[in-house]
Nanobody, 125 residues
Framework: QVQLVESGGGLVQAGGSLRLSCAAS????????MGWFRQAPGKEREFVTI????????NYADSVKGRFTISRDNAKKTVYLQMNSLKPEDTAVYYC??????????????????WGQGTQVTVSS
């Protein structure tokens, strides 16, 4: 069992930065791939990024490549999402998710086993 709690969301102006954190509980955190998804108002939840169990492999949605960076600290059982050059279209609720497979080759919701409650990110123009 893994419980996930996101933090770090808020209101930021376009071009600004935010760093999201996702703290996990459970002894097997280091075995899980960790991902971030987001859901904008009136839209379906979409994949943002993923990092494999060791932190050695990552993947990003095209819409955030070059602006967002995912990282993890297995000792702290925490995954981070550094978001730079934010745009109004990045406004969404951001969710942290854990996948038992450990692989970074995942991008669909059904492949993830545990989810956080989400944190709101609002980017003003």
């Amino acid at each position: 069992q893994v419980q996930l709690v996101e933090s770090g969301g808020g209101l930021v102006q376009a071009g600004g930065s935010l760093r999201l954190s996702c703290a996990a509980s459970g002894r097997t955190f280091r075995d899980y791939a960790m991902g971030w998804f987001r859901q904008a108002p009136g839209k379906e939840r979409e994949f943002v990024t993923i990092i494999n169990w060791s932190g050695g492999s990552t993947n990003y949605a095209d819409s955030v490549k070059g602006r967002f960076t995912i990282s993890r600290d297995n000792a702290k059982k925490t995954v981070y999402l550094q978001m730079n050059s934010l745009k109004p279209e990045d406004t969404a609720v951001y969710y942290c998710a854990a996948a038992a497979s450990g692989s970074s080759r995942l991008s669909t919701e059904s492949e993830f086993d545990y989810w956080g409650q989400g944190t709101q990110v609002t980017v003003s123009s």
